[in-house]
C-alpha cells in the first residue's frame, strides 16, 4: 500500500506501530486540555492521558510483535482456533487444545511452531501474512508472559525455545531457556 508521495519503508513503519503513534497522538491531545483551558476540559484530559498511555504500552508491544510481512503463507484467527495456509504444508490448531507454543529460530525465517497432541506440528513464519493476528490468541494462552515472548521475538540466536506450555513435559527445576 504506497500513499502518493510517501516512502513504502515509511508507511510500513506507520502501520506497524499504528496504536503506539495514536496513543501518543492522544496523550497530546488530553495535555493540551489539561493545561490550556483547565476546568472540566483539563478532567476529560486527564482520563484521556490515562487511556492514552495503556493505548501507548499495547502499541509498543503489538510493534514489537509485528514482523516485517512479505513471508510465504496466511495466518487466520478465528473463534478461537489458527490456520495456516502455506504454499508447501498448512493445518489448523484449536488454542483450547495447544499443549506447546515454541519459537523456533533454527529455521529462516523464524517460524512459530504449535503442537497439539495427536497431530502434526503447525509451523508458522513469524512473517506470514496475517501473523500480527496471532499476539492477541497467544495473549488468550493461561501463564503466557507477553514480555518474554516479545523478548525471545528480538533475540538473535538461532536456538529454538519454549515460549509456553500447558502443562510442562520438563521438571518443574528445569529453566524454558
Known sequence: MAIGFFRPEAVAAVIRW???????GLAVLGL???LGPGGLLALVGALLVLIA???ILIGIQ???FRGPGGGAGAVQVDEGQITYFGP?????VALRELERLTLDRAMYPPHWRLDQRGSPALLIPVNAAGSDAL??????LPGLR???????LGEDNRAAVVIWERAPLRPQA????
Open 146 to 152: 507477553t514480555e518474554r515472548m516479545l523478548s525471545e
Open 32 to 34: 493540551w486540555w489539561i
Open 53 to 55: 498511555g495503556g493505548l
Open 62 to 64: 503489538r510493534g514489537r
Open 135 to 140: 499476539f492477541d490468541a497467544f495473549a488468550t
Open 174 to 177: 528445569a529453566r524454558l531457556h
Open 88 to 92: 508447501l504444508t498448512g493445518g489448523a
Open 18 to 24: 499504528r496504536e503506539a503513534l495514536v496513543g501518543a
